[in-house]
């Protein structure tokens, strides 16, 4: 018997400071209604990227993946991604069929919820300035009080 050999899954939800941190989406739509647009290919992050998002934070223009931290995320159980799961079980179904995402074959959410992350995953922002009781509630870590950054 083979043993596969261990990846290393993306978290699609990353802060742009996290180690290997890229801009793998931008947030087009509206405050009320975002959506995000899968660039081409994953850009790594640098101090000229996060530059150009001025004077917003780099989380409201784009949306960064990194290596999931695991244990050290609070979202974290020690198996699974508490966030990708509420996101499934909360919100609503944005996208019909596959988005044209660059991260899937090594994302987190998309390992572990499959294509229900995906068809959800259009409307998620790292940072809303205006999130719904759904996001506040999914992004809300087990213990803690509601929160607009997921």
């Known amino acids: 018997m083979q ?3 261990a990846r290393t899954l993306l978290c ?13 989406a931008v947030v087009a739509g509206s405050p009320e209604e975002p959506r995000v647009a899968w660039l081409e290919r994953p850009v790594p992050v640098t101090d000229e990227l996060l530059a150009m998002t001025g ?10 993946t990194a290596p999931c931290a ?3 995320c609070c979202h974290f159980d020690g198996a699974d991604c508490r ?13 019909s069929s596959l988005p044209a995402c660059r991260i899937r074959q090594d994302c987190r959410w998309f390992a ?4 229900a992350a995906c068809m959800r995953c ?17 992004a809300t870590p087990q213990g803690h009080a509601a929160s607009a950054a997921i």
């Open 12 to 24: 699609p939800s990353a802060q742009p400071a996290m180690a290997g941190s890229m801009a793998f």
């Open 83 to 95: 966030l990708a799961n509420k996101l499934v079980q909360l919100m609503p179904a944005v996208d």
């Open 55 to 64: 004077p917003v934070p780099p989380t409201q223009v784009l949306r960064f």
């Open 70 to 72: 695991e244990g050290a």
């Open 3 to 5: 043993t596969r050999e």
């Open 112 to 115: 572990q919820e499959g294509r």
């Open 122 to 138: 259009p409307q998620i922002v790292t940072y809303s300035v205006n999130p719904t009781a759904e996001l506040s509630l999914a």
